[in-house]
């Protein structure tokens, strides 16, 4: 049985990829087509960011009621925002060659901020690695996860205000928000963002019910 | 009665750790050592930036090696005793002040050791003491907490360090923005806002690590 969402995250996507290449967008300086990538690389940082919000509430879920199931979810969604962490940075990277001209820069604080997530998660993974036992490594990963996640939304959602970043919107470079992200634009963004997250919520569903498969397996 | 366990327990840190000079001795030691090989291998330094991001380097990773130690000791019978006898948010708090204390201290020697080997090049040391004070306490709540996780995975030293790094980052960013502006003699006015966001995040850690040290605890 297919749920409809499930449908509208593949006609959502597909939308954005046939008509985010086809629709007007604004000349601005420097952008010029490369603003397109804004259908593609920010809902995909607001997919990942969005599971890893989600990984965060079920070990909030975990800690309170002490269940298996909500450590599962958590660590399939902190596996899945690490995942999505991937094709946000190669679309960000080839977006920075064309406009910044290079793949990489220590400078902007978005870009740490990610790299930053990429190890905290790195090191989740790590930290139940070496944790035999089910509880104990349920309730351990738990805590470390609400503590990781609280630093790193500390480093990308406050530090980066403090300082300039070079990303579009931020120190006096043009901006997709304010004036230039259109009524026109609107029509393929919002779906986009839409369509990512669900694809997300998607790809977790087909995770989930395979790690229950495993779990129950190894049970027996 | 409630004060009076939190003050016990941080007689106690004092004592375990004063018993065994060995201890103690052994992280001046490793101050002085690293301090020395930087200042061997990097022979002068002229840019600010590099004094400035060798120091803190340095210091985190004395920072990391110290704190690791902090759980350690923790072993199934003194556990069970702690348990039963103390409450969680007492202990973890007593460990932090400890910790906070310490850290402190050994921040101020490095600094020390430091400018002696390799020369100071701060301006506003005011500025620089007050980043060195807060910026070690917020190390130590992060650390004492990171401490507590790695010793429940079987105490694994590599896995303190990869725990802890990426979380100590936005600190320690913060830290050295503050203290390039320390180095470079800004007006305080400049660095509120940076000042205001380690204070901030200190409150955070604290409160973060005695609500979350409760879920650790249990066996």
Not at chain 1, 46 to 70: E, H, T
Not at chain 2, 77 to 93: A, E, S, T, V
Not at chain 2, 175 to 184: G, M, N, Q, R, V
């Amino acid at each position: 049985m297919i749920k409809w969402w499930k449908i509208l995250a593949a006609v959502m996507i597909l939308y954005t990829l046939v008509w985010g290449l086809l629709n007007p967008v604004p000349r601005l300086d420097i952008l010029n087509e490369t603003i397109r990538n804004v259908y593609y690389h920010v809902p995909i940082w607001f997919a990942m960011l969005f599971q890893m919000g989600y990984s965060v509430v079920f070990a909030i879920k975990q800690l309170a009621k002490n269940d298996m199931r909500s450590d599962l979810i958590s660590n399939q969604a902190a596996q899945v925002g690490l995942f999505l962490s991937i094709p946000g940075l190669l679309t960000g990277c080839m977006w920075a060659k064309f406009t910044w001209g290079t793949w990489w820069t220590f400078e902007d604080p978005k870009l740490n901020g990610v790299a930053i997530a990429v190890l905290i998660y790195l090191a989740y993974f790590i930290l139940r690695s070496s944790i035999i036992d089910e509880l104990k490594r349920a309730r351990i990963a738990a805590v470390y996860n609400i503590f990781a996640f609280v630093m790193m939304f500390v480093f990308i959602m406050i530090l980066p205000r403090l300082t300039d970043s070079l990303h579009p919107g931020n120190g006096g470079n043009p901006a997709f928000g304010k004036y230039d992200l259109d009524s026109n634009m609107r029509t393929v963004f919002y779906p986009a963002v839409i369509g990512w997250v669900l694809l997300s919520l998607w790809i977790l569903d087909i995770k989930k019910r395979l790690a229950t498969l495993h779990y129950q397996k190894h049970e027996e | 009665m409630q004060n009076g366990r939190l003050s016990h327990l941080i007689k106690k840190e004092f004592l375990l750790e004063f018993r065994q000079k060995s201890t103690f001795a052994g992280i001046l030691v490793y101050i002085v050592a690293t301090v020395f090989v930087s200042a061997l291998s990097f022979k002068k330094i002229i840019h600010p930036m590099v004094w400035n991001a060798l120091f803190w380097v340095i210091f985190m990773f004395i920072a990391v090696n110290v704190s690791s130690k902090s759980f350690m000791q923790e072993t199934k019978g003194k556990g069970l005793f702690n348990y039963l006898y103390y409450n969680p948010r007492q202990f973890i708090l007593g460990k932090i002040i400890y910790n906070m204390l310490l850290m402190a201290t050994l921040s101020l020697l490095t600094f020390f050791f430091y400018s002696w080997f390799v020369g100071s090049m701060v301006q506003d040391m005011g500025m620089f003491l007050t980043t060195l004070l807060f910026s070690s306490t917020a190390f130590s709540g992060v650390l004492s907490l990171m401490s507590a996780i790695a010793s429940k995975a079987n105490n694994n030293m590599s896995l303190m360090a990869i725990l802890s790094f990426p979380v100590l980052m936005p600190l320690l960013l913060v830290s050295i923005k503050l203290s390039k502006h320390a180095i470079d003699g800004l007006a305080w006015s400049v660095s509120y806002k940076y000042l205001l966001i380690l204070i901030m995040l200190n409150f955070v850690v604290i409160a973060l690590a005695t609500i979350l040290f409760n879920y650790l605890w249990r066996e």
